[in-house]
């Protein structure tokens, strides 16, 4: 069974940084993709970035050049690191991975990301 559990959020001002993380077992991790979504109450589910089993990355366009994605093959770990935090970044932020063939994916249960002074 694969888990997925995201840690790292918070309460933070605007201006400041956070690293979440999303901690990944029961996988070969390596041939996993993975990407950090968002969800505020009343909005849809956002894709904030994505990275592949080889490290390439992207990124939505509200994120770039503040938040970067990255993953550690040898602590089955993904990372999001997120600077210059705004108010509209406040929100619950899930880790998805997607298997090899890419008929498989799975949730993690989410961590909240709270950006206000």
């Known amino acids: 069974q694969v888990h997925l559990v995201e840690s790292g959020g918070g309460l933070v001002q605007p201006g400041g940084s956070l690293r979440l993380s999303c901690a990944v077992s029961?996988?070969?991790?390596?041939?996993?993709?993975f990407d950090w979504y968002r969800q505020s109450p009343g909005s849809q589910r956002e894709n904030v970035a994505a990275?592949?089993?080889?490290?390439?990355?992207h990124y939505a366009n509200s994120v770039k050049g503040r938040f970067t994605i990255s993953r550690d093959n040898t602590k089955n770990t993904v990372y999001l690191e997120m600077n210059d935090l705004k108010p509209e970044d406040t929100a619950a932020y899930y880790c998805?991975?997607?298997?090899?063939?890419?008929?498989?994916?799975?949730w993690g249960q989410g961590t909240q990301v709270t950006v206000s002074s």
């Open positions: 029961g996988a070969l991790f390596s041939t996993y993709a």
């Open positions: 998805h991975g997607i298997g090899p063939l890419g008929n498989k994916d799975y």
């Open positions: 990275i592949s089993p080889g490290g390439s990355s």
